[in-house]
């Protein structure tokens, strides 16, 4: 059974710091490792406390969840000692914040203003979409919804990304690299529920998914967190077949929480002229997930 997110923020800290403490091994902290009948993997305790210059009594409060008024001075030294990625540091300055005193924040929006559309209209070329901390595709170019054609046509709604990887079997043969792909949904939720642990949406996405999917549980259950920016994505198309996609993730400052996900394939190369296939295939061809830039506030999963 996966907890819920938005009820026990020391929980959340607690099996973080104890996951995240138990892969550093003493040689990697620089201790020396006396025998080898130690009862915990990793670190102790008391030699985390040692390396970020804390009490152990105080690491061991911070540990059990009583994150609340850590200075950024501590937090810096615990993420160092942990040997935590930018992600995991950034996630640990969340929960840091959550755990204080209560504040109302903005949930993800769930539309975008006309002229972010107009943006994505213009790149006619590239396939684009704008999505929010929770996955929810808020709009797209056609172009965008033509390479996602599998995602769009999942007839629940909103159009999710993390929904579709897990609950929808056409996924599978989708993602060419399905298992990294699952890995890095369920990261990318876990880093938005350090942001946003008490979004209601957000919970009863985490709660769909947990109880209708064993694969999430366990990606669930890993805490890992990751960022997701730029880098490779393989897709087996169903109309034009395989592609091999850049893509760049861009966050938009003027729409705070959403980002754009544009995705392009060096000129000359297979994936370009499969792009260019795409482009005509989408222009002459009446399908509703090609046609309809609204995707959100339809159907079922609202």
Avoid: C
């Avoid at 950024?72 to 914040?97: G, K, N, Q």
């Amino acid at each position: 059974m996966v907890e819920n997110m938005g009820d026990d923020v020391r929980a959340d800290i607690r099996e973080f710091l104890g996951s995240r403490r138990a892969r550093v091994t003493p040689e990697q902290a620089g201790l020396p490792a006396y025998g080898g009948n130690r009862r915990v993997p990793g670190l102790r305790r008391e030699e985390v406390a040692m390396l970020a210059g804390v009490s152990v009594d105080y690491y061991v409060r911070l540990e059990r969840g009583n994150l609340a008024g850590a200075s950024e001075s501590v937090l810096d030294a615990i993420a160092r000692t942990l040997r935590l990625d930018e992600a995991e540091r950034e996630y640990l300055f969340d929960l840091a914040r959550a755990a204080g005193p209560a504040r109302t924040r903005r949930s993800p929006a769930l539309v975008v203003r006309p002229e972010v559309q107009q943006v994505l209209d213009a790149m006619t070329d590239a396939p684009a979409w704008v999505r929010n901390g929770r996955h929810d595709i808020l709009a797209a170019n056609r172009m965008g919804r033509a390479l996602y054609l599998p995602v769009f046509e999942d007839p629940r709604r909103p159009v999710n990304t993390t929904r579709f990887t897990y609950l929808n079997p056409a996924a599978r043969e989708f993602w060419r690299d399905y298992d990294q792909i699952a890995n890095d949904a369920a990261a990318m939720l876990r880093l938005e529920a350090g942001r946003n642990p008490h979004d209601p949406q957000l919970i009863r996405l985490v709660g769909e998914l947990s109880t209708q999917s064993e694969l999430f549980r366990e990606r669930w259950a890993s805490r890992d967190v990751v960022f997701h920016r730029s880098g490779l994505k393989r897709l087996h198309h169903p109309v034009v077949g395989d592609l091999d996609l850049n893509y760049q993730s861009m966050e938009l400052p003027s729409e705070p929480g959403l980002v754009m996900n544009v995705y392009t394939a060096p000129e000359g190369s297979p994936t370009a002229d499969a792009l260019r296939m795409l482009a005509s295939w989408a222009a002459t061809h009446d399908n509703p997930a090609l046609a309809d830039p609204s995707m959100v506030g339809r159907g079922r999963n609202q």
